[in-house]
Nanobody
Framework: QVQLVESGGGLVQPGESLRLSCAAS????????IGWFRQAPGKEREGVSC????????YYADSVKGRFTISRDNAKNTVYLQMNSLKPEDTAVYYCAAGWPTLWLQQYEYDYWGQGTQVTVSS
């Protein structure tokens, strides 16, 4: 089966941290760029972060830069998103995706998508 499975979401207070996981089966993540996207209620889905398949270069949206860190563990066929100093505006469903995008923000150039995991930041 070709699947991406996301986990690690939950309910946290502002300033706390979460670590999201994106585990692949049926294909090897090392061959793909992996992007994280999120969608809040009533909003369009937006890019959060990406890690390349070639040299491991990383990219971040301005809204999360300095707070979120994307990483890859090829031995586990898994990509992570460490989210620190969470804010209420980070509340969304978070999705991971795999593909060979020409630009990391071009979400429709990704081939495989996970089911999403809910992140809620509230006091």
């Amino acid at each position: 089966q070709v699947q991406l499975v996301e986990s690690g979401g939950g309910l946290v207070q502002p300033g706390e941290s979460l670590r999201l996981s994106c585990a692949a089966s049926g294909f090897t993540l090392d061959y793909y760029a992996i992007g994280w996207f999120r969608q809040a209620p009533g909003k369009e889905r937006e890019g959060v972060s990406c890690i390349s398949s070639s040299d491991g270069s990383t990219y971040y949206a301005d809204s999360v830069k300095g707070r979120f860190t994307i990483s890859r563990d090829n031995a586990k066929n898994t990509v992570y998103l460490q989210m620190n100093s969470l804010k209420p505006e980070d509340t969304a469903v978070y999705y991971c995706a795999a593909g060979w995008p020409t630009l990391w923000l071009q979400q429709y150039e990704y081939d495989y998508w996970g089911q999403g995991t809910q992140v809620t930041v509230s006091s």
